[in-house]
C-alpha cells in the first residue's frame, strides 16, 4: 500500500492507540498516512489536549498495568510522544475536524506544530484525500 487514509474519532487511550500503531507501522514501511482526527480525538491535536486522555471506563481498573506493558514493549503511551514519532517518519499527516476544531476551541494557534495539515473540513478530506487513497480506515 502506498497511501493510507485515517479517520480517528476515539480519545480514549486504549482506542487512540491502535490507529496510531498501525499508522506507525505503515509509515515505516513507507507508506503515506493522511489522519483526521473528529469528535473527542482532535484534542489530541491541542496543544496539551491528550494529556487527560484515560482507558475507557471498562478497563480502567487496569490502565497503569496496560501503560506500563506499552511502555514496556518500546513504545510510549504518552499520546503526543507518539505523534510526534509519527511525524518524524516524514510520511504521516495530521488533520484537525474543522467541526470538532470550533466544538472543542481548537484553532491555529493551540494546535501542535506536529498538525501542519491543519484544520479541514470533512467533505475536503474524504473528497480530496481518503478518495484517492488506497485504503480509507475508520477507527
Known amino acids: ?9 476515539d480519545d480514549s487511550l ?3 492507540m491502535v490507529p496510531i500503531a498501525s499508522a506507525h507501522l505503515q509509515a515505516s514501511e513507507g507508506c503515506k498516512v493522511d489522519m483526521l482526527f473528529l469528535s473527542w480525538a482532535v ?7 491528550s494529556d487527560d486522555f484515560k482507558i475507557q471506563s471498562a478497563h480502567a481498573d487496569k490502565e497503569e498495568w496496560i501503560r506500563d506493558r506499552i511502555n514496556s514493549i518500546g513504545m510510549t503511551s504518552d499520546i503526543y510522544e507518539m505523534l510526534k514519532m509519527l511525524k ?13 476544531a470550533s466544538v472543542f476551541e481548537i484553532n491555529e494557534k ?3 506544530d506536529e498538525a501542519q495539515g491543519g484544520i479541514v473540513g470533512l467533505s475536503w478530506f474524504l473528497n480530496d484525500v ?3 487513497a488506497d485504503h480509507c480506515q475508520y477507527w
Open 110 to 112: 493551540n494546535i501542535i
Open 88 to 100: 518524524a517518519t516524514g510520511n504521516v499527516n495530521f488533520y484537525a475536524c474543522s467541526m470538532a
Open 43 to 49: 484534542n489530541a491535536l491541542k496543544e496539551g489536549g
Open 130 to 132: 481518503a478518495s484517492v
Open 14 to 16: 486504549d482506542k487512540i
Open 1 to 9: 500500500m502506498k497511501h493510507l487514509a485515517m479517520i480517528v474519532r
